[in-house]
């Protein structure tokens, strides 16, 4: 079955900076790709999401970057605000997300202002 | 728009008792998922539900039951209860005859087993 490894598992900036998450998939029927972002109390909330046949999606100051040969793929947060703290989780899933979703073990993000 | 509900919030079982949760998906939405979340760990599929029936299941053992009603909404059944299943357990919808793949997830109930 499908493996989802994430790094780092925790991570701090400073307000304004930039943070970057990374993971890595094991299966390569993996065609759907989304993040979540969990706030202490509260079920995971999707931020964004990227398809096998996008390299690269954006929207505002998060972006996500996939790399199919390397199946590696990326959420990177610009302009970090202390609203940005919390668990985020990189996900994969085959049959374009309407079945199993694979998530990885999570990165505690800590916004210094 | 009502969002994914679930109940109860929080529950306390004693080990070998039975549980069942409950979920009401996103107005719109068919398709129920449920997840196990362990503390400091990510979801991890435990089943999922379309038109009644039970589509694909994760790595959990028979203990774990479910359905779904005309309606959507859905319950997980948990049967023999072990210490092991002490975790946050969330539902998630999505809407395959709209083609909305985006799972939505609930706020969760947190189980806590003694």
Same mark, same amino acid.
């Given at each position: 079955?499908?493996?989802?490894?994430?790094?780092?598992?925790?991570? *701090?900036?400073?307000?304004?900076? /930039?943070?970057? %998450?990374?993971?890595?998939? *094991?299966?390569?029927? /993996?065609?759907?790709?989304?993040?979540?972002?969990?706030?202490?109390?509260?079920?995971?909330?999707?931020?964004?999401? %990227?398809? /096998?046949?996008?390299?690269?999606?954006?929207?505002?100051?998060?972006?996500?970057?996939?790399?199919?040969?390397?199946?590696?793929?990326?959420?990177?947060?610009?302009?970090?605000?202390?609203?940005? /703290?919390?668990?985020?989780?990189?996900?994969? *899933?085959?049959?374009?997300?309407?079945?199993?979703?694979?998530?990885?073990?999570?990165?505690?993000?800590?916004?210094?202002? | 728009? +009502?969002?994914?509900?679930?109940? !109860?919030?929080?529950?306390?079982?004693?080990?070998?008792?039975?549980?069942?949760?409950?979920?009401? !998906?996103?107005?719109?939405?068919?398709?129920?998922?449920?997840?196990?979340?362990?503390?400091?760990?990510?979801?991890?599929?435990?089943?999922?539900?379309?038109?009644?029936?039970?589509?694909?299941?994760?790595?959990?053992?028979?203990?774990?039951?479910?359905?779904?009603?005309?309606?959507?909404?859905?319950?997980?059944?948990?049967? +023999?209860?072990?210490?092991?299943?002490? +975790?946050?357990?969330?539902? +998630?919808?999505?809407?395959?005859?709209?083609?909305?793949?985006?799972?939505?997830?609930? !706020?969760?109930?947190?189980?806590?087993?003694?």
């Amino acid at each position: 079955g499908e493996n989802v490894e994430q790094h780092p598992s925790t991570l *701090s900036v400073q307000e304004g900076d /930039s943070a970057v %998450i990374k993971c890595t998939y *094991s299966d390569s029927a /993996s065609n759907y790709f989304p993040w979540y972002k969990q706030e202490l109390g509260k079920g995971p909330q999707l931020i964004i999401d %990227i398809r /096998s046949n996008v390299g690269e999606k954006k929207d505002q100051r998060i972006a996500v970057t996939l790399n199919k040969t390397a199946k590696h793929f990326s959420l990177h947060i610009t302009e970090t605000q202390p609203e940005d /703290s919390a668990v985020y989780f990189c996900a994969a *899933s085959s049959a374009g997300g309407y079945q199993k979703v694979t998530f990885g073990t999570g990165t505690k993000l800590q916004v210094i202002p | 728009d +009502a969002g994914v509900t679930q109940s !109860p919030t929080h529950l306390i079982k004693t080990r070998g008792q039975q549980v069942t949760l409950r979920c009401s !998906p996103k107005s719109g939405h068919d398709t129920v998922s449920w997840y196990q979340q362990a503390l400091g760990q990510g979801p991890q599929f435990i089943f999922q539900y379309y038109e009644e029936e039970e589509r694909q299941r994760g790595n959990f053992p028979d203990r774990f039951s479910g359905h779904q009603f005309p309606n959507y909404s859905s319950e997980l059944n948990v049967n +023999a209860l072990l210490l092991g299943d002490s +975790a946050l357990y969330l539902c +998630a919808s999505l809407s395959r005859r709209s083609g909305v793949y985006e799972q939505y997830f609930g !706020p969760g109930t947190r189980l806590t087993v003694t």
